[in-house]
């Protein structure tokens, strides 16, 4: 027997992708990211705790599955360039969608202030990258006007396509459990993920395909968290980079998602989110930005205020890879060590005992 090997978020869900036979599609095979059973934070919590982890598509973030919509539907209506402002991981999906497409990419991006895996990856794509002065949503009023007045496909979150890519991932939760979670904990930064995971969700409620929809809990920076105070941030700030937004596109979606799912929009500290990331690499072997710990740190928030339902079934969403970001990562590492290469030495060094 032939195992299934996945094709792509277009191929696998066109029935429910606004594409047909006219859309050239343009994929890079990703989605199908693993769920991976934590049975640590689940016999901490009490839960039944799964990680959705999206640092496993094709760049390392979720934002290839909206990308890959987004850019076949540019293709699909002629456009010869696309454009987004970004924090780095929108830049790099793009930079690889536009490459695979032949189509020109420009990003803008605030300077200094992406991290260095992220804007490798968009140079090496062979985007044009532009600094601005400012932070991201300066650049991204920036590309709004650009796209607005010239000739260009706009590919950040405000693309209805991209939205529409990205609840594939509540499709994908709800095939491998077998039913939609208790409870889906998302981080937020521009909010099209907890928007758009919400819409899938209730597609899939809707059609009866699962009987229940989930509570939507999604967790910003609290440097960082325009929803939670109810205004937007002028000098947004948080090691987490890639939530570091002050004034999200999709901010009426993020809320509507946590209100109409009876669950709430919370922030973490960046020492519960950098807490969270040192667990997830030392505890579960995943390797995480911090920005995709704070699902974590908000799963860990709710266990410790008593508002997780005994037995609930939790999905947190961790976002994108940690070579993303990697300063962070190794931060308290224990410091290499040199020795001869000798296999005593090396056991005397490790604790070894002899057979």
């Known amino acids: 027997m032939t195992a299934h090997q996945w094709r792509g978020v277009i191929t696998e869900y066109s029935d429910r992708l606004p594409v047909d036979a006219a859309t050239p599609v343009v994929t890079l095979r990703e989605g199908g990211t693993p769920l991976i059973f934590s049975e640590r934070l689940s016999a901490e919590t009490g839960c039944e705790v799964h990680l959705k982890f999206e640092g496993a598509n094709p760049t390392g973030s979720f934002k290839d599955r909206g990308m890959t919509v987004a850019v076949s539907k540019a293709c699909e209506e002629g456009a010869a360039a696309v454009v987004c402002a970004s924090?780095?991981?929108?830049?790099?999906?793009?930079?690889?969608?536009?490459?695979?497409?032949?189509?020109?990419?420009a990003v803008i991006v605030p300077?200094?202030?992406?991290?260095?895996?992220?804007?490798?990856?968009?140079?090496?794509?062979?985007?044009?990258?532009?600094?601005?002065?400012?932070?991201?949503?300066?650049?991204?009023?920036?590309?709004?006007?650009?796209?607005?007045?010239?000739?260009?496909a706009l590919v950040n979150s405000v693309n209805p396509y991209r939205l529409q890519g990205q609840k594939s991932l509540a499709f994908e939760v709800c095939d491998m459990?077998?039913?939609?979670?208790?409870?889906?904990?998302?981080?937020?930064?521009?909010?099209?993920?907890?928007?758009?995971?919400?819409?899938?969700?209730?597609?899939?409620?809707?059609?009866?395909?699962?009987?229940?929809?989930?509570?939507?809990?999604?967790?910003?920076?609290?440097?960082?968290?325009?929803?939670?105070?109810?205004?937007p941030i002028a000098d947004p700030e948080t090691v987490a980079t890639a939530i570091r937004i002050g004034n999200p596109a999709s901010w009426d979606g993020a809320l509507h998602a946590a209100a109409d799912s009876g669950g709430g929009i919370a922030a973490v500290t960046d020492e519960e989110i950098l807490a969270a990331q040192r667990r997830l690499m030392r505890e579960e072997g995943l390797f995480v930005e911090p920005a995709s710990a704070a699902s974590v740190a908000g799963l860990l928030t709710l266990h410790g205020r008593g508002s997780l339902p005994a037995d609930a079934t939790v999905v947190c969403v961790l976002t994108g890879h940690g070579l993303k970001d990697p300063?962070?990562?190794?931060?308290?590492?224990?410091?290499?060590?040199?020795l001869r290469a000798d296999a005593a030495a090396i056991a005397q060094h490790l604790g070894l005992a002899a057979r």
């Open 177 to 231: 459990l077998g039913r939609a979670p208790d409870l889906h904990l998302v981080p937020v930064g521009n909010a099209g993920n907890i928007t758009s995971h919400w819409m899938g969700y209730r597609e899939y409620a809707d059609d009866e395909v699962v009987a229940a929809t989930p509570r939507m809990f999604g967790f910003q920076a609290a440097g960082a968290a325009p929803l939670v105070h109810g205004a």
């Open 327 to 338: 300063q962070w990562g190794n931060r308290d590492a224990e410091p290499t060590a040199t």
């Open 111 to 152: 300077k200094g202030r992406i991290a260095p895996g992220k804007m490798a990856q968009t140079l090496a794509h062979g985007a044009a990258v532009i600094e601005v002065d400012g932070n991201f949503d300066m650049a991204f009023g920036a590309v709004r006007d650009l796209a607005s007045r010239f000739d260009v």
């Open 87 to 105: 924090t780095g991981n929108t830049s790099a999906s793009a930079a690889a969608y536009a490459a695979k497409a032949g189509l020109t990419c």
